[in-house]
Each structure stands twice: as C-alpha cells, then as structure tokens.
C-alpha cells in the first residue's frame, strides 16, 4: 500500500533535548512539507522540499532542522532551540501532475516535551 | 495576520441538513484552494478542490462555491451524515498548488 508513514504516533521528551521526528514515503512523491498544529491555529509549515538535497524554511522554520538525502525521506529535528516543541507534528507529500495538486498527509507525531 | 480565516471555530447540524463551512482569505495572488478534513490523532485527508477560473465544483455531497471578489469560499455538505464529524481545514495556494496556507480549522458536529 502506498502512503506516508510517520513514527512514533506519541513522543515524550525532557526540555533541552533535541529529538527527530521521521516521515517516510512510498508515493514516489517529489514535494515533501512538515507541518505543526496547534489548537486554534490550523497547520503552520516548518519546512518543505521540493527535491532531494533540496529544502526551503516555512512561515516557523526557528528550532527546527531538516534533511533530504532520499525521496523518500524527510526527518524532522526539533532542538532545544524551539521554545514551545509540544505541538502535533503532521508530514505531507506531493508532487507536480496530481489531479488536484492535493497534499497527502501522514498520521501525524504528538510531541510531549516535559 | 492569517492570510486565511475560518471564522467559526465549531458548528453543530442535524443529521441530514445543509452543513456550510466558510472560508475567507486576504490574498488576491490565491488561485487554488482545497478542502481538508481531519479527524482526530490523524493526518488530514483531502476532500475537494476549486481553481480560482471556477466559482463552483461539486463531487457527491460536497459542494465547494468561490466568490473572488469577496475573498471567500464555502464548502457545502448536503446531507450532513454523522460520519461528516470532524475538523474542516480551508487551504489556499498563491502558485497553483504548491504551497498552501491553512486556515486554523472548523470543527462540524453532525447530530443524529
């Protein structure tokens, strides 16, 4: 089956530690986006990639780090640098051609930072 | 400044009645938008789209009408049915389709 997968579903960390978030992807998908929500706020993008070795800071890219080494990959780091880390973490795939353009997302990582 | 407002947090209708979910947005460089729905601890999943050469696209019970002049868009489900429950995100994207901005959400309750 195809799809985005994202792990852990529920993540807890202690404050100053950085931690990474994965997105994995078998859509074979080009664009890949990481999105944080937070009540009341809808998605704010963190960082997006349009193609390998490539990626550009969304509207809150602070605190934040990325890499895009495969396609098929796109892991978020959250450091110690980002104030308020606990948020539910959305990653999100997609590419040029597609009926809709639409974004498909993946399941999404509850961030906890005690 | 949100470039994309939903401006009703939460709306409740009864099972089968006319849902309308609005939208309005600041940026007259959007061109595209599209509607998510999310239930909870789960990504969102697309629903239905509308480029701004259009006013009016349709699929099944999901409706979605685009005023240009008033910056505003609306996502009509008719007839509500429970499953409709969840949290609506408006998108909208100023380069047809790639980034989008979100709006922060509405949350329908469908009542039986």
């Known amino acids: 089956d195809g799809g985005i997968t994202q792990s852990p579903k529920y993540l807890f960390r202690k404050e100053g530690q950085n931690v990474t978030l994965s997105c994995e992807q078998n859509l074979n998908h080009d664009a890949m986006y990481w999105y944080r929500q937070d009540p009341g706020q809808g998605l704010r993008l963190i960082y997006y990639?349009?193609?390998?070795?490539?990626?550009q800071k969304g509207d809150i890219a602070e605190g934040y780090s990325v890499s895009r080494e495969k396609k098929e990959s796109f892991p978020l780091t959250v450091t110690s640098a980002q104030k308020n880390p606990t948020a539910f973490y959305l990653c999100?795939?997609?590419?040029?051609?597609?009926?809709?353009?639409?974004?498909?997302f993946g399941p999404g990582t509850r961030l906890t930072v005690l | 400044d949100q470039q994309v407002k939903q401006n009703s947090p939460s709306l409740s209708v009864q099972e089968g009645r006319i849902s309308i979910l609005n939208c309005d947005y600041t940026n007259s460089m959007f061109d595209y938008f599209l509607w998510y729905k999310k239930y909870p601890a789960e990504g969102p999943t697309f629903l239905i789209s509308i480029s701004s050469i259009k006013d009016k696209n349709e699929d099944g019970r999901f409706t979605v009408f685009l005023n240009k002049s008033a910056k505003h868009l609306s996502l009509h489900i008719v007839p509500s049915q429970p499953g409709d429950s969840a949290v609506y995100f408006c998108?909208?994207?100023?380069?047809?389709?790639?980034?989008?901005?979100f709006g922060p959400g509405t949350r329908l309750s469908v009542l039986p």
């Open positions: 990639s349009q193609i390998v070795n490539d990626f």
């Open positions: 998108a909208a994207s100023a380069n047809y389709g790639q980034n989008f901005v």
């Open positions: 999100a795939s997609s590419t040029p051609g597609l009926v809709n353009n639409e974004q498909f």
